[in-house]
């Protein structure tokens, strides 16, 4: 009895499965788009890269206490609990890094980084070479 069973399970979940159901048509979707009819004619170039300069070159400051510029991406995670700059920046990974440590000025009287200082991209903006300019500038020496 078991035996017939099983074979009648098998046989009934083989013949659903077996792709001879009617397939039922798919209406057809329109789609709108919310300009109209309008086609689109214009093709925009893609905008510039930005270029970043050479390991081991940075602009001077242009005045005495401007923050220095990054001369990489900062893209970084920023955020209270984790820092991305401080993975190269910090007093303990930056010789070992070849990178420029945080300043005095950002550590807490003990020497370790304080924490009021977390968002580096405030003051310190990447050094890009960017195509276009993204905003006027009319400062003078």
């Known amino acids: 009895m078991k035996k017939i069973l099983s074979l009648a399970a098998i046989v009934l979940s083989l013949s659903a499965c077996s792709g001879q159901q009617a397939q039922e048509a798919a209406a057809p979707v329109n789609v709108k788009s919310l300009a109209g009819d309008v086609a689109i004619t214009d093709t925009l170039p893609a905008e510039a890269k930005a270029t970043y300069p050479s390991r081991g070159t940075a602009l001077e400051r242009d005045f005495v206490h401007m923050p220095p510029l990054i001369p990489h991406k900062d893209s970084y995670k920023l955020t209270t609990k984790k820092n991305g700059c401080l993975t190269c920046h910090s007093t ?50």
């Open 92 to 141: 303990e990974k930056a010789a070992r890094m070849k990178a420029t440590p945080v300043h005095e000025s950002h550590l807490s009287a003990d020497g370790k980084f304080d924490d009021k200082y977390y968002f580096c991209v405030q003051c310190h903006v990447a050094q890009a070479d960017n195509k276009e300019a993204l905003v006027g500038n009319t400062h003078t020496n």
